[in-house]
Structures are given as C-alpha cells and as structure tokens.
C-alpha cells in the first residue's frame, strides 16, 4: 500500500467509524456466535500475494463484526465497562501512527513527560496525596503484581532479587474473600506460593473485616510468619464493595506492612468531591491503582498506579543492561524501569485528548448521570415485589435477581436467575453478567457505559421483567 492509498482508505475508514459510533446501539450487544464460527470462515494459510484493502474490509465487516460483542453499545451492562470516548480514538489513531516505542525518556521524550504529567493531573482530579508518583501500567493486573514484588523486595531486603526465594518461604499476603482474581494471580507469579495468600472473611456488605485482618496477621506474626502486603479493593468486582480503608491502613501502618489499594474501577469516582470517603487512610497507602480504561472514557488500555517509594519500585524492577545506558539516566523517568515489560506504548496521549476535551466538569457530570441512573434502576427494581436487590447500591453497580412468590429453595432460585440471565443475553438487547453473593446467584448491571443515557437503563429493565416469565428454551 502507497501513502495515496493509505489516505484514501483511512478516510473511508473514519468514515465508517462515526457510522458504526453513531448506530453502536442498534447492534446485538452480545455476540451470538457458536466457538469456531469465525475460525473456520478464515483461509487455513495465509495469501501469497497481497490482497486489495477493499476486499480485507469486506472481510471485516463479513466475519469479524457478527462476531464481536459491543462494548461501546449503551446497551452494555455487563462486567465492568472498557470506555471509550471520541477523543481517546482519535489519540489512538495519531499513536499508532506515530508508531512509537516509548521505553525511555530518550525514545520519546514527549511522551515520558506528558505521561509524568498526566499522572500529576490525575492526582491532583482524585485526590490523591501530592507525593504519590504515577505511571501508566497495561493494567491492574500488572500495577497489583508491580505492588507485591517491591513489596516483597522490601521486606527481604531486595535479597529474592539478588537470592531468589528459598530463603523467603513465610512471606504473606493478604486481601479480602471478595478479591479481584489478579490478586492470586500477582501472588502466584510473583513466587510467593498461592498458599500464602490469605483470603480474610467480609462483612454483611462483603467489605474485608478488619478484626479479622487483625487476628490474620497475628496468628501469622505468632508462627513467624512475615505479613508483607495487604491488598485493600475500593470496588469489589462482585458487588463494588469498598474496604474500610481507614482501619486497614491503621493495621498496615502498625506492623509495617505494604498497602495497596486495589480500585480498578471504582478509582474514577474519586474526581467527585462526595466519594472521597473512600480514600480516607489514603495517607498510610503505599500504592494505588485505578483504570482510566474502565470508566474514565479513554480506550483500553490505561491504567494508573501510584506508587509513594518510587526507589523501592526502581529498584526492585530496574536493569540497565549496557545497550540501554542513556546520558540522561538518572535525571528523567525511564519508565521501562516501573513496569514489567521493556516496550512501552505511547497511553498517556488519550489521556491527555480526554481530559483536555472533556475537561474536569464534564467527567464530572458524566459520573454523576451514571451513578443517579443505577439509583433509578435500584428504584425501580425495589418497586417490583418479585425482584430483590442483593446487594447496597455503593456507587453504580445494582445486584438483583428475580424472587417469585412461593419460590424459596435457593438452588431453585439460582436456576430461575441463571435462566433469566441466559435469556436476555439471547435477546442481545443488552448485555449482562452474574455474581454469587453468599452463594445466591445475582445479575448484575453496571451503569457506566459512555454514551448510556435513561432509556437504555428502562428499556434493559423492561427487558429483564418480560424475560422473566416465559417458558425455558
Ligand atoms: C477490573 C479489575 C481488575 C483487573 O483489571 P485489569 O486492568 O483488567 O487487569 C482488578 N481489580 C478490580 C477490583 C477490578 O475491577
């Protein structure tokens, strides 16, 4: 392809992207494609000769459009949302032009800069403490897994660095039954071994319960036993849940123990002056991490930590091998050396694009229509006897499952709901997922979705109510 074809096609292509943008909403959020559907419809061997863009994008929208679930569509309510926005694609697409591999300061210093000034701005928008030093991570995954290892190079030392584990076999971690998957994950990469990773029990709002952190942690002192990290969530992924921070920091501070804090996609809610109750303790946090890419609308993917020892972070992850030895090491932020890969895309330009486009208030309002539409439904659905919400309504997140009358068996509850769920992702009129809250089954609908605005919320609703009743297919 020539630059004249290049240009001819990306015009089309935009084209086509406010046009898909503009009618999200009418596709079938969810796909309905059975496994091996789109596989088998791609040519075993890839072509010899290249092929005409014209005919590659008949392919796309041929096969790979029927197959893609729409996670921009308002009708999608499903999980957690990965926002978008106009101006973060338009971020994008001058990214990856630019093409870029921002490892270094040296290897795009506009982009190492911005970002160190991004992150500043995302502070000063959530309130975070002034001291804090951010960086854009792929994800939390990655963010929660960079927080245990330099936790866990601290407590030794920076000696299972140096020595590797055998020597640190009672190294333990903590978090609440209600953790994030990444968790176990971080702690299963990181060497410490799944089994020391101690699950502490909730409270009636599945918030982790700090008396019972406390006898953890003294049980675990008692035998020897070495708390290295206590991994506190501001939004449960089942129930948005928010740990009492205030109390856990306290624990933390006491034995000097690493606190994370995990809130992937509750963090966003800190631009609102009235959810800073959630960072309360704040002050005694080692680390911090939240997802633009989740309800901040700036593509996938971003996601924000915050670290306060940023020399502990460098040195647990830093290696300067001779054919990266820049003349300006030292005196600007590499950032290959706060995250776990070397290469680096160039996040912090969407980030720039949305803050900048929407400015403060707009995000603002944007979370407040959010988080008032998920009370509406609460609402709604508190006023249909034969629903129930499972769940407190803590920021946009409703949890609720159907309950006719006479139906009190659990496990025919959960069948009932499991049923009713299954149904109206067939529809692909909206999309929704499920938790188990104390082992009952629940739908869950998050209201978070950029472009969601009342009707999508009534008209999911009203499509949960008439789904409710029909005979199983
Ligand atoms: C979504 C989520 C994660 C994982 O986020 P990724 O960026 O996909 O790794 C971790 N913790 C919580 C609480 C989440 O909601």
Known sequence: MDNRAFRKYAHEIVDWMADYLEQVE???????????????????????EGEEMAEIFIDFMKIIIPGMTHWQSPNFFAYFPANSSYPSVLAEMLTATLGAQCM?????????????????????????PGYFHGVIQDSASTATLVAILTAR???SDYQVNERGLKWFDNFRVYCSSETHSSIEKAIKIAG????????????????MDPQLLKQSIASDLKVSNKPVCVVATLGTTGTTAIDPLKEIAAICSRHGIWLHVDAAFAGSALILPEYRWMIKGIGQADSFVFNP??????????????????????????????????ADQGRVNDYCDWSVPLGRRFRALKLWFVLRSFGVKALQEKLRLHLSLAQELSEMISRDEEFELMAPVTLNLVCFRYKPKGIVDEDELNKINEDLLKRINKSSKAYMT????????????????????KRHVVNAWKLVQSSKGKVQS
């Not at 796909?31 to 010899?48: C, V």
């Not at 795009?108 to 500043?120: C, D, T, V, W, Y």
């Open 104 to 128: 270094k300061w040296e290897t795009s210093p506009a982009a190492a800069e911005l970002e160190e000034k991004m992150m500043n701005w995302l502070k000063e928008m959530t309130g975070l």
């Open 153 to 155: 190079e601290k407590m």
């Open 434 to 453: 499920h938790t188990k809250i104390d082992g009952k089954f629940a739908i869950r609908m998050v209201v978070a979705q950029t472009n969601v605005a």
């Open 192 to 207: 410490l071994g799944r089994q020391n990773l101690v699950r502490v029990g909730v409270d009636s709002q599945q918030r």
């Open 26 to 48: 009418h596709l079938p959020v969810k796909a309905q494609t059975e496994p091996g559907d789109i596989f088998n419809q791609i040519p075993d061997h890839p072509p010899e």
């Open 293 to 326: 890419h989740k309800w901040l609308f700036t593509n996938f993917d971003c996601s924000a930590y915050f670290v306060k020892d940023k020399y502990a972070l460098l040195r647990t992850l830093q290696v300067v091998p001779e054919y990266l030895r820049t």
